[in-house]
């Protein structure tokens, strides 16, 4: 994008919301791409009669506009996927503490980030996909994250390529949980096992399982579901259904979490609208519809997920490991990824 283009843009997102301290709205820079969040936004309207005004894109484009508009911006909230990409913007010194007693009972400390600047709204897991012919029911007794680098899974494994956030957090994650030496070690014998050079996206991985490229895949939880569902198509559906998915860690530390969240914007002039937004976000109703539309896990133990998701079990044993670590730890999990070649 040029310079030109991204003035027009910035002046065009100044004027669209320019009045909003004076009325009763709340502006939205979202990175998240359900249409199906809409909706959820004019019922918030209908209840509070608060307008929601919102600015979609990817979360990095968005957060470079945040930091490009400054002061005189006019976000009052920012929501994105993957902690990793929160505490960025953290980092960048764009958000403010978020002080609401609903939120606070709501969202456990370690789906949080410091100061409460930003919370989850929902959770994801990043799991494993198996092919039931060719991986035994010995061979997943206790099956663990690190257990993948081991020779056993040589040639067997595909996963996508070390410049992809969600990896990244992983890796971030066992950083935090056991050094960056014995993680590089790690990465060094996972890259070792791939079945091919990393390629795809997350679908793209439990595809290869399906076809019989690899035995093994790792990929985020709700890609099985929308896979499943059929909206992406009747070969994605017939392959979802030749795989098994498998929480990892059931023995150790649990399955690796990580989340869609929401930072309260410092420079926001409606910042109180913001809160009564996330508080909404997190209520039993707009809990419902997020999970049953993304295919994530609900923040509120009374609300299942889709049933889609449901079927494969809801009480796995979830990795405590805070996600502010996912940010904290990713400059060493991204230099120790490039180091393993991966």
């Known amino acids: 994008m040029n310079i030109i283009t991204k003035t027009i843009q910035i002046c065009l ?5 320019s009045a909003s301290s004076l009325a009763n709205e709340v502006n ?48 009052d909230l920012f929501i994105t996927v993957d902690a990793g990409n929160l505490w960025k913007a953290q980092k960048e010194g764009l958000f403010h503490t978020i002080t609401s007693s609903a939120v606070d009972n709501i969202v456990p400390a370690n789906l949080r980030g410091p100061n ?21 029911e010995a061979e997943l007794e206790g099956l663990t994250y690190e257990d993948l680098a081991k020779p056993e899974w040589n040639g067997r494994v595909v996963i996508r390529k070390s410049s992809n956030m969600y ?13 960056v030496e014995a993680t590089e070690a790690w990465a060094n014998g996972l890259v070792a096992n791939m079945a091919r050079k990393p390629e795809g996206n997350d679908r793209a991985q439990i595809m290869a399982v399906a076809n019989g490229e690899a035995d093994i895949a790792v990929a985020n939880s709700y890609y099985i579901a929308l896979m499943l569902s059929g909206k992406k198509g009747d070969e994605q559906q017939v392959a979802a259904n030749k795989v098994v998915p498998y929480f990892p860690g059931q023995d150790g530390r649990g399955t690796h979490i990580n989340i869609s969240g929401v930072g309260l914007l410092k420079n926001g002039p409606n910042k109180g609208n913001g809160v009564k937004l996330i508080e909404f976000l997190l209520s039993e109703e ?16 009374n609300v299942s997920p889709h ?31 490039e180091r393993a070649g991966w």
């Open 13 to 17: 997102a100044i004027f669209i919301f």
């Open 28 to 75: 939205l820079y979202s990175g998240r791409h359900y249409d199906s969040d809409e909706k959820l936004y004019a019922k918030f309207t209908e209840q509070t009669g608060i307008k929601v005004n919102v600015i979609s894109g990817k979360g990095k484009a968005l957060m470079q506009q945040i930091i490009t508009e400054g002061a005189s911006s006019p976000a």
């Open 116 to 136: 409460n600047e930003w919370v989850a709204l929902a959770k994801r897991a990043r799991i494993m996909y198996y092919n039931p012919r060719t991986v035994s």
């Open 167 to 179: 990896n990244q957090s992983l890796v971030s994650s066992l950083v935090a949980n056991h050094g």
């Open 286 to 301: 707009a809990q419902n519809h997020i999970v049953n539309n993304s295919f994530e896990y609900p923040l509120l133990d």
């Open 307 to 337: 049933p889609l998701i449901a079927q494969f079990g809801t009480d796995f044993k979830q990795d405590q490991t805070p996600v502010s670590a996912y940010g904290e730890f990713n400059p060493d999990a991204v230099k120790l990824m």
